[in-house]
């Protein structure tokens, strides 16, 4: 496991550098995919250095920009890679420097490893699960020049415990629906006056597993690699990321690749359920 992270953490720091060289540039050449979503040459050039660091570990992956993979082929893997080489591609074009590289060891349907690089802000979160052992860190303010090895020990453990902190809800910048605006005023009810914390990509679910958060609650859809690697993260800090309708952990390399609602809660908004 040790060796994979290495590779998942080497894997996102290439697709780093060159996602800044290109944000530096300002030479993003933004076309729209089917969905409308916008896709931009940092995103395939990222795709490529993650796919190059990827191959020799033997385990499949499944990534926004690579190929479409039936289902037929994709349920006889109990081990895959799941990867977003941009998440926030709007944040990068916005240049709000709130965008991430998500990498996700999935087995069984469940995130063991996540790794999220934010390459605008030098900051790294990770989560791997391994036997009965958990571990989570966030490192802050590394260089590109450092080895995957430096990145990985400058780690601080996550979630920190801030009992001080009013009771935080964070939500999409892009995204928020109303429900999600309905479930906030019904939260306000509970735990009287409520911060809501506003972010874009996978760090809506890493701040939760930081601590800076008590939940994430996302009524509108995301993916499958939006959300393995931060998921990844929270479940090593001792977060749940839920289904909302099933109230079941959130599995992934489903049929269906399209997330449910779902819900991300931390260890304290779980000591109140």
């Not at 290109?22 to 050449?29: K, P, Q, T």
């Not at 009810?189 to 890493?206: A, N, P, V, Y």
């Not at 690697?229 to 992934?252: F, I, N, Q, R």
Request: with cysteine; net charge negative.
């Amino acid at each position: 496991m040790q060796q994979l992270l290495h590779t998942a953490v080497d894997a996102a720091l290439e697709a780093g550098r060159r996602i800044m060289a290109i944000y530096a540039s300002g030479d993003f050449e933004v076309q729209l995919k089917g969905d409308d979503s916008p896709l931009t040459r940092a995103d395939v050039a990222s795709h490529r250095a993650i796919m190059g660091k990827l191959q020799d570990t033997g385990i499949p992956v499944l990534s926004e920009e690579g190929k479409a993979i039936s289902f037929e082929e994709r349920s006889a893997w109990s081990r895959l890679w799941i990867v977003d080489p941009i998440d926030g591609t709007k944040e990068f074009i916005k240049r709000n420097g709130e965008f991430t590289v998500n990498i996700a060891l999935v087995e069984d349907g469940v995130p063991v490893m996540g790794v999220v690089l934010v390459p605008a802000k030098m900051e790294l979160f990770l989560g791997v699960i391994d036997a009965d052992t958990a571990r989570a860190t966030r490192t802050v303010g590394g260089e590109f020049a450092w080895t995957p090895t430096q990145w990985i020990e400058a780690g601080q453990a996550i979630p920190v415990s801030n009992p001080g902190r009013p009771f935080t809800v964070v939500a999409s910048r892009s995204h928020m629906s109303a429900e999600t605006e309905a479930y906030i005023a019904e939260l306000e009810k509970d735990h009287g006056s409520i911060e809501t914390l506003s972010k874009g990509s996978s760090l809506k679910l890493c701040m939760v597993a930081a601590g800076e958060a008590d939940c994430y609650p996302r009524f509108a859809p995301t993916m499958e690699w939006d959300t393995a690697a931060g998921h990844g993260v929270c479940l090593a800090a001792g977060c749940e990321v839920l289904d909302w309708t099933s109230k079941m952990p959130l599995a992934y390399n489903r049929q269906e690749l399209l997330n449910p609602w779902f819900l991300v809660r931390g260890p304290r908004m779980r000591s109140f359920s």
